[in-house]
């Protein structure tokens, strides 16, 4: 397919920098990826935590020096705070031992992800294949306060595409990300646009009620980030879908070192340049 046709050029600029903004507040946000500060993988058995030197998982100097311990029992984490603490768990203040913590994996879908505050720190369980770990967010993250502006390609609309849609039997797919792990998804067919006469596709991946692209195109190493980028997209009507390259974005790995983004499968390798949505940050 071509480039889809948008009703009003002026309003559909409009819609892509409000967008773009709303964007940038979600990054910058408290809970955003600039606050990502920290990523600690367990260890089996007792793992302390605390801003002393010889903890497991040293924490900022504004949390108490022995805060507690999680400890791995295989896939089951558990937390204890020790006493004189002042944490939250799940929104409660919290003291003693917790048997068993959601991870982001299987909490945050269903909006039970187990979330232990300290001050301004929230430390909660990162489930990454056949590694579990502690992530932590720091309002006052380095990340956060050196923090500049997102950059963007000017707004294209020939980069908004009907793409026609190949539907496939839903299957699982195994994704690689940054620490070398697969992740699993559901893979249900792919969007076919053309660029100058040519077709080109993409496979994306079911991300809730909603398509996730990820992917890479030969700006990536230069003008945009080299490991590639991410795109989401309504699910397909009426075999089509929207693919808009404008609302093309940077993956957290680019704001901090602490994520664990997934990587353009090698179907998801474009041939040609997209230069359009988001552009290299910083020194990436």
Known sequence: MTAANTSTSDDYRREIEQWRKAAEDRLKSDNGWLTVAGLFWLEEGKNSFGSAPGNKIVLPASAP??????TRTGRTISVTVNPNVNATLRGKSFAGTDSRLQSDENGAASGKEDLLVI????LFVLDRGSKIGIRMRDKNSQYRREFTHRN???VKPQYRFEARWVAQPERAVKILNMVNEYEDYKAMGYAVFRVDGVEHKLEPVLSGSELFFIFKD????KKTYGAGRFLYAPLPKDGKV??????????PCVFTPYATCPLPPKQNHLPIPIEAGELNYGNH
Do not use: C, E, H, S
């Open 119 to 122: 001050g301004d720190l929230t």
């Open 65 to 70: 020096a022995q805060a507690g311990y999680f």
């Open 152 to 154: 963007w390609y000017p």
């Open 218 to 221: 030969k700006t990536a190493g």
């Open 242 to 251: 929207i693919v808009d390259f404008n609302k093309a974005y940077n993956p």
